[in-house]
């Protein structure tokens, strides 16, 4: 009887011992998948605000383009070109 549970004793011991290894891989990986997504989203951020500052510039540059061309047009300009 003791010689049996010794043994299922043992059993259980190998068995703890490699769902421990188990899950420290589990862990090791998790923390690179978090690690990757935390890159990720990084970028995404920097991208996101690169278009903002893109979309901010270019509706201040349309805005200059029509005044300038609104007092070009107050000017005189039609905008046709004169091909000879």
Request: glycine letters at 4%.
């Amino acid at each position: 009887m003791s010689e049996e549970v010794s043994l299922q004793q043992a059993v259980a011991n190998i068995t703890l011992q490699r769902a421990d290894v188990a899950l420290m891989g589990a862990r090791r990986v998790s923390s690179l998948f978090q690690k990757e997504a935390e890159k990720c989203n990084v970028g995404v951020e920097t991208c996101e605000e690169a278009r903002e500052r893109a979309e901010a510039e270019l509706a201040e540059e349309l805005r200059l383009s029509d005044a300038w061309e609104r007092r070009a047009r107050e000017l005189g300009w039609n905008g046709k070109r004169a091909y000879s």
